[in-house]
């Protein structure tokens, strides 16, 4: 069975004070890691694919990697407003459902 | 990013009634549409898998009875829950893939009373 852990659950943080969200996982073949952004009461908003172990990607603040076992969401000197729940999910091969982990929830004070 | 709409954002009904929650993709076409529902702070959970045209796929422990899913185009689908209890209170989510990404919908929050 298709397993994601995240961890820590929540996380405060400063303003500025860089951090990582960890994200583990087991699947039968992996066809890609999805993070996804949360604000409450709102649907995941997408931030990024990854397909493939060493892969990288970023948006602004946010620095998605991947790893055989694993992913981290790197948040580089963090804003008020980067303040969400950090969702990551898995897709295995030949399957389109999503295995979501139960979120980061993130919150950064001024 | 594709845009996934979901209507409505919340809705308030009474014990006993039947609420449906629409759910469009609004600039590509959706073969497949999931539905997930969420309990405060816990993980989306996938109830079904709808294709355009055909009968949903539940998950177990879901009961299709009450949680009817209809798809009949490419660009809606609809979630309906008949005979809602305080017990189906929650946070329902529509999802779509555009390639291999999926997109969601804004969530409609369900509370029954």
């Known amino acids: 069975e298709d397993q994601v852990t995240q961890s820590p659950e929540a996380l405060r943080l400063q303003e500025g004070e860089s951090s990582s969200l960890n994200c583990s996982y087991t699947?039968?073949?992996?066809?890609?890691l999805f993070w996804y952004r949360q604000d409450p009461g709102k649907g995941p908003e997408f931030l990024f694919t990854?397909?493939?172990a060493g892969e990288e990607k970023e948006k602004e603040r946010l620095k998605a990697t991947l790893t055989k076992k694993e992913s981290f969401l790197h948040i580089t000197a963090p804003k008020p407003e980067d303040s969400a729940t950090y969702l990551c999910a898995v897709a295995p091969y030949g399957n389109n459902r999503l295995a979501f982990g139960k979120g980061n929830q993130v919150v950064v004070i001024p | 990013g594709a845009v996934v709409s979901q209507h409505p954002s919340w809705v308030i009904c009474k014990s006993g009634t039947s609420v449906k929650i629409e759910c469009r993709s609004l600039?590509?076409?959706?073969?497949?549409m999931f539905w997930y529902r969420q309990f405060p702070k816990q993980s989306l959970m996938l109830m079904a898998t709808s294709n355009e045209g055909s009968k949903a796929t539940y998950e177990q422990g879901v009961e299709k009875d009450k949680f009817l899913i209809n798809h009949a185009s490419l660009t809606l689908s609809t979630l309906t829950v008949t005979s809602a209890h305080p017990e189906d209170s929650s946070f329902y989510i529509c999802?779509?893939?555009?390639?291999?990404?999926?997109?969601f919908g804004q969530g409609t929050r369900l509370t029954v009373v």
């Open positions: 600039d590509f076409q959706a073969t497949t």
């Open positions: 699947v039968s073949g992996l066809r890609g």
């Open positions: 999802s779509s893939l555009l390639n291999t990404e999926a997109f």
């Open positions: 990854l397909y493939s």
